[in-house]
């Protein structure tokens, strides 16, 4: 007989749980939440027209999204790329329809894998400097994240090898 209330008591919380949950979590499963994580590029020899961008994105909501674009105001349009082995050959496709991550998913941009492509830089990237850029998304709101140019071997920074540049003061 307990045994029976508490069950009728425990499906009746149940309901009302499930009534008013719905309107409550609307705005949230709408919206995901995109955390990024160390964004960084690479230094870009003079007249280079192409720059890259790397970082990892994990997507902290229950629904998928999908990261559709990027911009930064160092080059006139910024793709997302796929690096492919083919026969062995490196070679690279544009995303069209985005990159998805799956809900409590964490996808990373890295060498020889996702990747951005920063295409018709309006000048070299620099070691040390910070790359503004807006990432867009379908289901989450678009984000603001700075890359760090990194030294090209990716190590911290240290004085550039001088190229005939030693002897006197003057260039
Ligand atoms: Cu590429």
Redesign the pocket.
Known sequence: MTRCNSLAVGLLLACSVMTTLPAVTADHHSHGTVVIENPWSRPTPPGSP?G?GYMTLTNTGDSEITFTAAETPRAANV?I?Q?IMNDGVMS?Q?LKNGLTIPGGETVELKPHGY?L?LEQLEGPLKAGEAVPMTLSFDGADSLKVELTVRSLDGKPLKPQEKNGMHGHGHH
């Open positions: 192409m890259v793709s790329h690096s690279m544009p990747h492509m």
